[in-house]
């Protein structure tokens, strides 16, 4: 038969591809890399993690995400077995080697029989004769791409803008000042208690840091991101910082849930955090410093943090472009394009966040594109599952019909436990006492989960 067409071979694309072929019917791949470059990608390999190499949390019981994790894993995902091959330590969270991940998600493609890979860049609408596509093109989605979707939605904007943390050799931190612990000393899958690098600062170095990050240089706005908002989940550190001189000791900067061996006795007021970045070890990156700081002026700054005097930096951080469909209103149940059906979209242009929530809606497209094409109807996945919930959140599952004509205000979203209908009944304890706190928030979190593995179960068929 015809094959399904997929554009962009990035987290989305990829397992789109995957799930197509595995489903007994022939894919075409399009990724333009190495032909044209995108702003943040290095390599031209499949599925390649563009900043962080992190998965977040693989706690399937407490975690949202670590439950789409689990999720993905039942429905044979490629981007979660390559991941789970591929792991760092890193605490409680699924890291990954950002090489060996995209070379394994690249082989298993390449050596799949129905899976052709064509490297091209695809200019404007995909041709009307490719019949069924499925777009997944990213926050970085080509230009001409990206303006003929925007004729095709009549959309105002389809962009806004988002930044990236630097990375370091390891062997450049001063280890005489700096001391791997984990927060809390908690170890994740494969991790120690003491995966990360801590850098820590007392409160002159701390006041001194901020104001350096508010003087500091940054790199220009043009004209079309001045009234492009931020997403709070990846605000910019010196944006944080101009929020008030706390804001970066209770976010990415505090202190908590760590000693220094160096100094056991003096609590530090901040701390910077650097997460292993490679399987080998020689590169760490600065947890939640991304930044638009310009180049010169992130070396100055960030090698006033102690430890970080030598810091020589692998990658600094940096700006990008981010692009995603108002989709609650453009979509319909199964990700098509309302106003051209034979267009199914995937990956962060549907306005999901991060690399796991781009490849679950991946996952879901390229399943949603083979039962269309083999004539099956697939039940509408649970709402109740982290599958469901995301793909509720993105077309609109959530929209009432006074929502219909109201103003844009669909955000891009990672997948949190907000986005899942209440339980029915507040969970008790086994002794039948009422839980507060703590307790009954992670008794609730129990509740989400395990309704979402019975649900996702009976979806499957199993019994
Ligand atoms: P991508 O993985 O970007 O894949 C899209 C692919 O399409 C690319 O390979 C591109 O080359 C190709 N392409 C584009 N246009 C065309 C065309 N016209 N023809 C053919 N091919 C085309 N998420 C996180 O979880 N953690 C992070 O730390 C993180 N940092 C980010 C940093 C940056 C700079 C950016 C841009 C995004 C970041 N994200 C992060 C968000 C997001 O999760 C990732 O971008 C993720 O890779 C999105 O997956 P995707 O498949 O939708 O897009």
Known sequence: SDPIHVVGGGLAGSEAAWQIAQSGLPVVLHEMRPVRATEAHQTDGLAELVCSNSFRSDDADLNAVGLLHQEMRRLGSLVMRAGDAHQVPAGGALAVDREGFSRAVTAALEAHPLVRIVREEVEGLPPEEWGSVVVATGPLTAPGLAE???????????????????????DSIDMGTAWFQSRYDKAGPGGTGADYINCPLDREQYVAFIAALVAGEKTSFKQWEASTPYFDGCLPIEVMAERGPETLRHGPM????????????????????????????????????QTKLTYGEQVRIFRTIPGLEKAEFARLGGLHRNTYLDSPRLLDATLRLRAAPRLRFAGQITGCEGY??????????????????LGHTLAPLPPTTALGALIGHITGGHLSAEDEGAPRSFQPMNVNFGLFPPLERAPKAPDGRRLRGPEKAQAKKRALTDRARGDLAAWLGEP
Not at 356 to 373: P, Q, T
Request: a positive charge; glycine letters at 10%; zero cysteines.
């Open 356 to 373: 796991v929530e781009s490849a679950a809606v991946g996952l879901m497209a390229g399943r949603f594109a083979a039962a269309e094409r």
């Open 254 to 289: 505090k202190p908590f849930g760590l000693t220094n061996p160096h100094n056991p006795t003096v609590k530090a007021y901040a701390i910077v955090q650097l997460r292993q970045d490679n399987a080998l070890g020689t590169l760490y990156n600065m947890v939640g410093f």
């Open 148 to 170: 003929a979707i925007r004729g095709l939605t009549g959309a105002e904007s389809l962009a806004f803008f988002d930044a990236i943390a630097p990375i370091v050799h390891r």
